[in-house]
């Protein structure tokens, strides 16, 4: 069974840039979640999809941050504009449903912003 | 790939013996708790989940002990191996039927040869 699949694994982006990662969950999971792993800390929760529906968003900074999920399959996480705080590493994970089941993380993308 | 925790907890233990990795988690509502495995540039692997209403849980070379009453969670690993170097992270999931998983700030496991 292939694992989550995130692209690019690290991106450098000048302060005030915007940036894209995208994340393609194991085949067949409904749910999708993107954290944030600042280094030295444990990963937080950004977004929570079920399907194509956000399930929770509540520590997604919306003033800068957006995601999708249009076909309930691949998800994209944005940034714009980036600031020296966004540096961190980006990880999806999937779940075959929202509850107490296993979430499969991928690799994560790892954003420097200068 | 980069380095996670660099200024995590460490925990050093000599490779056969038992390790204990311990934390404390935040919300007494929680009734659910996993147990990760990180390695350097990789993300965070599932190890052991307990719900609320058991107090030990085994799997393979691991246990997990929870206590309620001091909103604590430890994770016993046997005849601790390399390959078990890590950084270990609990999580929440903040609140019962929720799932809004909340990781703990984690340990750095080192396995002395």
């Known amino acids: 069974e292939a694992g989550v699949a995130q692209s690019p694994r690290y991106k450098i982006i000048e302060k005030r840039q915007s940036v894209a990662f995208w994340c393609n969950p194991i085949?067949?999971?409904?749910?999708l979640y993107w954290y944030q792993q600042i280094l030295g800390q444990g990963p937080k929760l950004l977004i929570q999809?079920?399907?194509?529906?956000?399930?929770?968003d509540s520590q997604l900074p919306k003033d800068r941050f957006s995601a999708e999920r249009l076909k309930g399959v691949d998800s994209t996480l944005k940034i714009q504009p980036a600031k020296l705080e966004d540096s961190a590493v980006y990880l999806c994970?999937?779940?075959?449903?929202?509850?107490?089941?296993?979430?499969?993380f991928g690799p994560g993308t790892r954003l420097t912003v200068t | 790939g980069e380095s996670v925790g660099l200024h995590l907890p460490t925990l050093s233990v000599q490779e056969g013996d038992n390790s204990i990795i311990n934390c404390a988690y935040s919300n007494s509502a929680s009734d659910y708790f996993i147990w990760y495995k990180q390695e350097s540039g990789k993300g965070p692997q599932f190890i052991i989940d307990i719900r609320s209403n058991m107090d030990k849980r085994q799997g393979q070379r691991v246990t997990v002990l929870l206590n309620k009453t001091v909103k604590h969670l430890s994770l016993q690993i046997a005849a601790t191996q390399p390959g078990d170097s890590a950084v270990y992270f609990c999580a929440e999931n903040g609140s019962s039927g929720t799932y809004k998983y909340i990781f703990g700030t984690g340990t750095r496991l080192k396995v002395l040869a």
């Open positions: 999809f079920q399907n194509n529906g956000v399930v929770d």
């Open positions: 994970a999937s779940s075959l449903r929202t509850g107490a089941y296993e979430q499969y």
């Open positions: 085949s067949g999971h409904a749910t």
